[in-house]
C-alpha cells in the first residue's frame, strides 16, 4: 500500500513539482495539496496522511505555529521544505526541535542539473520519514537555558575529571544523519566542558551547518564552530563538518588537525562520516571514541568497524531512542558496535569510558 503524503506549500509551482516527484514514485502517492495549514488542516481529517511535507513561509499561519500545534494534537511524520536562506536555516533548526522528522531544502526552479538527485532525495526522505519514531517535544518548546561555559582556568578540569594528557591526546568522532540535530545537541548538552576535542560529521546542506553550530555553541558548555581547513584541534571544542566538504582528522607535530576536501561524495554523501571514522581509525587509533547515532542509511558503519579495528572504542544509539534506525543498525549488523545506549545514556557513558582509559594509559 502507498504511503500517502500531504503536501503544504504557499507556491503553486512548488507544490506542483513536489507531487509530480513524489507520485512517481511507486510506493509513494500525494492525497492533498494544500495552500495555506488552514486548508492543511481540514485536509488532515479528510485524507488521514501518513507523512506531512511543511514549508515555513506561509500565509494566514506560519509554518513553525502550524507544526507545533500539529505535534501537540496529532503527532506525526513532518519533513520541513526549506529556502536556503539564513532565515530559512534557523527556521528549519527550530522545526526540528519541535518536533519536525527531517528536512530538504527546495529546489531551484530554474536548474534541472540537480533535479534528479532532488527526486531521489526527496523520495527516500519521505520513507524514512513514514518508518520513523516521531519525537513528540516537551510541552515548553522553549530551548534551554545556555549553560556557563567552564573554562580551563575556571574549573580547572574539575567538572569532567579528566588529565591534561587525556584532554589532548584523545580524540571524540560523532557520525549522524536524520534525526541527528537533536540527538547531537543532548549529546553535547550532557558533556561538561573539559573533554578532548570532539570532531562530527552531521548531513546537512552548507547553508545550514553554520547556524547549526552556532546554536549548540550556544546551548552547551563546549564550543562548537565550523572546521577549518587547517586548524588545530584543541580540547573543549567541537568541530563541525561544514557542509560543503569532507571533514578528516590528520596526527600533526603539534597534535591533531583538521582537514577538509570536496572530493566526491561518498556514499552520495558529502560531508560524510566514513571519511571522518575512516581517518580517526588510520590517525588516532586506539585514541579515538567513536559515536553513531540516529540516520537513515549505512554510512559510518564501515568507518566505525575500521576505528574498532584499529583499537577505538565505538558507541551506537540503541533503536528505542533513534528516530531512524538505521546507520546504528548497519553498524551493529557488521559488529563495529562496542556498546549500545539510549541517546540519553551516550553522553554519560563516553565521559565514563575516557575516564577508564585515563586509567590504562596511553593507546597506540
Known amino acids: 500500500m502507498a ?17 509530480e516527484i513524489i507520485n512517481s514514485a511507486p510506493d509513494l502517492h500525494v492525497v492533498g495539496l494544500a495552500p495555506d495549514p488552514i486548508v492543511a488542516r481540514e485536509m488532515i481529517k479528510t485524507h488521514n496522511p501518513d507523512v506531512l511535507t511543511l514549508d515555513i513561509e506561509m500565509p494566514k499561519m506560519d509554518g513553525l505555529d502550524f507544526l507545533a500545534r500539529l505535534m501537540r494534537l496529532r503527532p506525526m511524520p513532518v519533513v520541513m521544505i526549506s ?9 528549519t533548526l527550530q522545526a526540528l526541535e519541535l518536533g519536525a522528522v527531517d528536512f530538504l531544502p527546495k529546489p531551484k526552479l530554474d536548474s534541472s542539473g540537480g533535479l534528479e538527485h532532488y527526486r531521489v532525495e526527496i523520495c527516500e526522505k519521505v520513507r524514512a520519514a513514514y518508518g520513523a519514531r516521531p519525537r513528540v517535544p516537551a510541552k515548553s518548546a522553549a530551548s534551554p537555558k545556555p549553560l556557563l561555559r567552564e573554562t580551563s582556568e575556571a574549573s580547572g578540569g574539575i567538572a569532567s575529571g579528566l588529565p591534561e594528557r587525556v584532554l589532548q591526546d584523545k580524540l571524540v568522532l560523532i557520525g549522524a544523519s536524520t534525526g541527528g540535530t537533536e540527538a547531537i545537541k543532548e549529546v553535547l548538552c550532557s558533556l561538561p566542558g573539559q573533554m578532548p576535542g570532539i570532531l562530527m560529521v552531521q548531513h546537512m546542506p552548507e547553508m545550514f551547518t553554520a547556524s547549526f553550530a552556532k546554536r549548540l555553541d550556544g546551548l552547551c558548555r563546549l564550543r562548537v564552530k565550523e572546521a577549518e581547513h587547517g586548524e588545530k584541534v584543541v580540547p573543549g571544542t567541537v568541530y563541525l563538518a561544514p557542509g560543503h566538504s569532507h571533514l578528516s ?17 561518498v556514499n552520495r554523501h558529502r560531508p560524510a562520516v566514513d571519511v571522518l571514522f575512516n581517518s580517526a581509525a588510520s590517525q588516532v587509533r586506539g585514541n579515538a571514541l567513536g559515536v553513531i547515532l540516529t540516520g537513515m542509511g549505512k554510512d559510518g558503519a564501515q568507518g566505525l568497524l575500521a576505528m574498532k579495528h584499529a583499537g577505538a572504542w565505538t558507541i551506537g544509539q540503541d533503536q528505542e531512542s533513534c528516530v531512524v534506525y538505521g546507520m546504528p543498525r548497519e553498524a551493529a549488523a557488521i559488529g563495529a558496535l562496542d556498546d549500545v545506549a539510549p541517546l540519553k545514556e551516550i553522553g554519560p557513558r563516553v565521559l565514563a569510558r575516557l575516564r577508564n582509559l585515563e586509567r590504562r594509559g596511553p593507546q597506540t
Open 83 to 91: 529556502s536556503l536562506t539564513k532565515r530559512g536555516s534557523e527556521a
Open 3 to 19: 504511503i500517502k503524503v500531504l503536501i503544504v506549500d504557499d507556491s503553486a509551482v512548488m507544490r506542483g513539482m513536489l507531487a
Open 249 to 265: 582528522v590528520r596526527r600533526g607535530v603539534g597534535g591533531y588537525v583538521c582537514e577538509l576536501a570536496q572530493s566526491e561524495p
